[in-house]
């Protein structure tokens, strides 16, 4: 079998299984082209390190690693159904030398500077995006803990303000789930719908200024512009900066903080949060969590006063 053949082969597997598999397709085809569309049993380690960054295993990076991720994934596949006899990866991942990312986590003060900041930096025609569709977009990153896929890829009839509700159409697992507004982002949504109104219930929620769908880096741009003018940013180089991505993680930081403070049930309320967000599992939201100082002393207080009281009960 042709590596080409393998590979569609895997592909097709994974997007059976309601994954998009499209950041790995990539890397898949990019892995054919470098080596030739040969025979399975013909791949050789030297091309096949050469493409994850060559020999030097001291200088492993994140690249290196996703890489070595998806093409280890697809030669246990082919392994499994007969398609090569052996796998010319490493046996064995070296260790990242690289750093690994950390999302930052807005804190109040901060998301408040962002959207102060969003007018001015978007304020001027050169810019593809409205300050209040910008602003709009921040909002649901935030407020709904959407994907910024997700949050784009919203039509006019996905926004159900009579019921605060968003549909959220084609995500990550090619699924579609409903997520529930609060009154302040139902409040700031019917804003954006009273400045932006069309009568078309497949038309792009989020519009550009010439009417065509917000783009992943417009978006992306406009937020570099937010950014620098609100003053984040981090130590550790251009790719460790705050993104908007980040925002989502700082929805379920937030609002686990928020359930720590009101004495909530975490082992009930953890999967409803895994819901909202999308996920198929708690290894996902999981990862969302990042351990920031608010977060643990808020864990800390609650774990005291559970501790407190059970030796109170046990002088009792």
């Not at 049993?41 to 001291?58: C, I, K, T």
Request: hydrophobic residues 40%; charged residues 20%; positive net charge.
């Amino acid at each position: 079998m042709k590596l080409s053949e393998a590979i569609a082969t895997y592909v097709d597997h994974k997007r059976s299984l309601g994954m998009k598999f499209t950041a790995e397709g990539f890397v898949l085809r990019a892995f054919c082209a470098a080596l030739g569309d040969v025979a399975m049993n013909q791949v050789r380690a030297g091309p096949v390190e050469a493409f994850l960054g060559g020999s030097d295993r001291s200088l492993v990076t994140a690249t290196w690693t996703k890489k070595y991720s998806v093409i280890n994934g697809f030669y246990r596949f082919a392994l499994a159904h007969n398609h090569t006899r052996s796998s010319p990866l490493p046996a064995r991942t070296p260790k990242l030398t690289e750093p690994t990312f950390i999302p930052y986590i807005y804190s109040q003060p901060e998301l408040k500077r962002m959207l102060d900041a969003v007018p001015a930096a978007c304020g001027c025609d050169s810019v593809a995006v409205q300050a209040g569709t910008f602003r709009t977009l921040l909002l649901l990153l935030y407020g709904a803990g959407l994907r910024l896929g997700e949050a784009l890829s919203l039509t006019v009839a996905d926004v159900d303000l009579d019921h605060a509700i968003l549909c959220v159409r084609g995500t990550k697992f090619y699924k579609t789930r409903l997520v529930p507004l609060c009154a302040d982002l139902t409040f700031a949504l019917a804003q954006h719908v009273g400045a932006h109104y069309v009568d078309q219930p497949d038309a792009p929620f989020l519009r550009l200024r010439n009417g065509k769908r917000v783009s992943q880096s417009a978006a992306r741009s406009a937020f570099r512009r937010v950014r620098i003018l609100a003053g984040l940013a981090r130590s550790g180089g251009a790719r460790h900066q705050p993104r908007l991505h980040d925002l989502r993680h700082t929805a379920a930081v937030h609002r686990l903080i928020a359930w720590y403070r009101n004495g909530e049930n975490l082992q009930f309320m953890l999967p409803r949060l895994a819901t909202l967000l999308g996920h198929v599992n708690l290894a996902g939201t999981q990862r969302y969590l990042t351990l920031t100082p608010e977060l643990l002393n808020e864990a800390s207080t609650r774990f005291e006063r559970y501790a407190l009281g059970t030796a109170i009960g046990d002088q009792s």
